[in-house]
């Protein structure tokens, strides 16, 4: 077992001997509001918008994008567990500003292993066999991330299965100071319309 397995499996005890009354929650989250947000490890959803267990939905992916998977959880969301306010949260030195779709899809053609960065860009350690089907994916990149918030505040908007009537709210979170800085054109973008 690796030193990672031992620690999460330690952590999820003691979390679990102090769970109490948590699992006497409700399936529906007890704030009505969900947010969609970059897995960045540095990005800690209910510590910035002041969150406990059962307050809201946080669905999360590189980049804080607005896919065809977020838009179904966000359905998912509404439609199923009442939420009717959504943030797209995105952030400050995010690494999908750092290399393209094009990058990504030549780096798995030669390797599945973990590339590295330099002055030069990104570069694959070592070429032991890779697949070209990272060229058929769209990652989703960005180079500027106010408007990549208005994108995806826009996409979720005008998706044919979103209701008019719920507000979203484009925000960055900058990684500087733990502030929530609002795109105002994203917000309002995303206001609603019914």
Known sequence: MSQI??????????YASEFGEKGSLPLPPGRGFAILTCM???LDPAKYA???EGDAHVIRNAG???S????????????LLGTNEWF????????????????MGALLETSLKTAEVSAEGWKNKSNEGGSVDGKYINWLTFKENEKSVLEDV?????HSLVPGYIPIYGYIYDCKTGLLVEVPDASLAGRATK
């Open 154 to 158: 826009g996409r979720i908007r005008n």
């Open 64 to 66: 804080g994008r607005a």
């Open 40 to 42: 960045d490890a540095r």
């Open 88 to 103: 797209v949260i995105h952030h400050t030195d995010c690494g999908m500003e750092l290399f393209s779709s094009d990058i």
């Open 68 to 79: 065809d998977d977020a838009i179904r959880s966000l359905v998912i969301s509404h439609k």
């Open 50 to 52: 002041g969150l406990s």
């Open 5 to 14: 397995v031992q620690e999460v499996t330690a952590a999820n005890k003691k």
